[in-house]
């Protein structure tokens, strides 16, 4: 399986703003979103401990391009992907992106 470039949020189902956003954002941009309850993104190896809501990731096959929280629109989040699309890895999440293919996986069904 190919991931090419794909967006995961991390939320939580008793978060308002999370579940606003969710709304508002599709796939888009050749973009796979996936939505991520934080208790299983928190099962997961070499995640990241989430501090707000929505936590944005962007990852190109396995490689994360970036991790943290943006705005809850699909402004902010079109010109987040936009910006780093073509950016190198981010060296200290090398486990994480390996570990995301299963929760996308996951999520296909």
Known sequence: MNLETCVLIVCADWCGVCRNFKTIVKD???????????DDFEELPGSPEIETFPTVIVAKDTAVLFIGAIKPNKES??????????RAPVPEHAELGRNLRSVLIKKSF
């Open 28 to 38: 888009f941009h050749g973009c796979r979103v996936t939505w991520v309850d934080l």
């Open 77 to 86: 989040l079109e010109g987040l992907i936009s910006a780093v699309t073509d």
